[in-house]
Each structure stands twice: as structure tokens, then as C-alpha cells.
């Protein structure tokens, strides 16, 4: 059974930082990209960032130089760091499993979804 568990969101201020972190399990860590999705209320759910099986990296231009997206095989986890927070930044964060091992840029493109981690920036 394929399992994502995602963690690490919470309430900082602007300009504040938070890691968020996806622990994989069910499938092989190292075959499939894996991204970092957020939606905001009455918002479609949009891609953030994206790590592939090789280690390249796919941003969103909102958080390009402000995020940097990470993966320890080891541990079978996704981190997504997250400097310089905005108020717009506020959203629900999700991790995702890929079709296959390239990055993911799209809902279209997710075949598993782990549960949310709210992050909340204040202003």
C-alpha cells in the first residue's frame, strides 16, 4: 500500500521558515519523482515543486529562490524547505507520487496523494 505522510506546516510569520517533510512507503523511493502540491481556499490545487528520480528539480515561479526541494533515499523522504514565507504562501501543502520518474507538473500527473500539512503565514 503506497503511503505519504506529510509534516512540518504550521503558523510563521512573513519572513519566517518551515521544512516540510514526506516519508514515503509502498513503492520503490527511488523510481518515481515526487512533488510538493499546495491548494489555498477556493483555489485549485497547483504544483510547488517537484524532484525527479535523478535529482532534478522543477519549481514554481512563485517560489523559485525561496524553496529548495530535497530527497534522502535513505530514509525514503521528500523535504521542502521553505524560506522567505509570504502571506500568499498560505495554503494546505500535499506530497505526491508521480506517473514515473520524471518531474511532475501537473495534478494530471499524480497517481497517489499523502494527506495535507497546513501552513499559514501571518502577516
Known amino acids: 500500500e503506497v503511503q505519504l505522510q506529510a509534516s512540518g506546516g504550521g503558523l510563521v510569520q512573513t519572513g519566517g521558515s518551515l521544512r516540510l517533510s514526506c516519508v514515503a512507503s509502498?513503492?520503490?523511493?527511488?523510481?518515481?519523482?515526487i512533488g510538493w502540491f499546495r491548494q489555498a481556499p477556493g483555489k485549485e490545487r497547483e504544483v510547488v515543486s517537484c524532484?525527479?528520480?535523478?535529482?532534478?528539480?522543477f519549481y514554481d515561479d512563485s517560489v523559485k529562490g525561496r524553496f529548495t526541494i530535497s530527497s534522502d533515499s535513505a530514509k525514503n523522504t521528500v523535504y521542502l524547505q521553505m524560506n522567505n514565507l509570504k502571506p500568499e504562501d498560505t495554503a494546505v501543502y500535499y506530497c505526491?507520487?508521480?506517473?514515473?520518474?520524471?518531474?511532475?507538473?501537473?495534478?494530471?500527473?499524480?497517481?497517489?496523494w499523502g494527506q495535507g500539512t497546513q501552513v499559514t503565514v501571518s502577516s
Open positions: 505526491a507520487v508521480g506517473r514515473g520518474s520524471a518531474v511532475v507538473t501537473s495534478t494530471t500527473s499524480v497517481t497517489y
Open positions: 509502498g513503492f520503490n523511493f527511488d523510481d518515481y519523482a
Open positions: 524532484i525527479s528520480d535523478d535529482g532534478a528539480t
